[in-house]
T-cell receptor, first 117, second 113 residues
């Protein structure tokens, strides 16, 4: 299957700093990538939909100025958590979508664990 | 709003037994459903999917059943193995909602040796 990578896989930062997470589709082009957040023992919550060459669409309750998304190419989307605070500590997962005639295939990255001290 | 949910947060089975993980969904217009497996500290991994015009789909050791009448989805794992231990999520897709996936709450499957 298609491979999606994320970098870094784990990051610890001080409160107030900004953290950038990269999501790459390694062997396919993805016009759409999704960013999810997952708190411990909870399900994935969609944060935003990232379309190549256009502004991201954010879900209700997600601050676009705090979670900056850039989808500069068909293989790369970045999520920047600006002025991170301890409550932003979470597992951030991206996915890349390939739409076929029969189904909506999303391939997930391995996730990035963010810990804000 | 409409959502996808799961009945059982934790399921414990003996190695070799069959496992059944259930999921209830509320959006009757959803047209595509997927089961994902997530191991600790990793991203979700696709297991099997089914379209709304089907009742059953089989894969290797896994079967997904869809009952549209009661809006219920299940994942059956045959001869459960220790490597099957993970959290399982169902997700629904509604094409008219931009093909986004909505995830259920997850069920943790624990396989006892």
């Amino acid at each position: 299957g298609a491979v999606v990578s994320q970098h870094p896989s784990w990051v610890i930062c001080k409160s107030g700093t900004s953290v950038k997470i990269e999501c790459r589709s390694l062997d396919f082009q993805a016009t759409t990538m999704f960013w999810y957040r997952q708190f411990p023992k909870q399900s994935l919550m969609l944060m935003a939909t990232s379309n190549e060459g256009s502004k991201a669409t954010y879900e209700q309750g997600v601050e676009k100025d705090k979670f900056l998304i850039n989808h500069a190419s068909l293989t790369l989307s970045t999520l920047t958590v600006t002025s991170a605070h301890p409550e932003d500590s979470s597992f951030y997962i991206c996915s890349a979508r390939v739409l076929t005639l029969n189904r909506n295939e999303q391939f997930f990255g391995p996730g990035t664990r963010l810990t804000v001290l | 709003g409409e959502s996808v949910g799961l009945h059982l947060p934790t399921l414990s089975v003996q190695e070799g037994d069959n496992s059944i993980i259930n999921c209830a969904y509320s959006n009757s217009a959803s047209d595509y459903f997927i089961w994902y497996k997530q191991e600790s500290g990793k991203g979700p991994q696709f297991i099997i999917d089914i379209r709304s015009n089907m009742d059953k789909r089989q894969g290797q050791r896994v079967t997904v059943l869809l009952n549209k009448t009661v809006k219920h989805l299940s994942l059956q794992i045959a001869a459960t193995q220790p490597g099957d231990s993970a959290v399982y999520f169902c997700a629904e897709n509604f094409e008219n909602a931009g093909n986004m996936l909505t995830f259920g709450g997850g069920t943790r499957l624990m396989v006892k040796p």
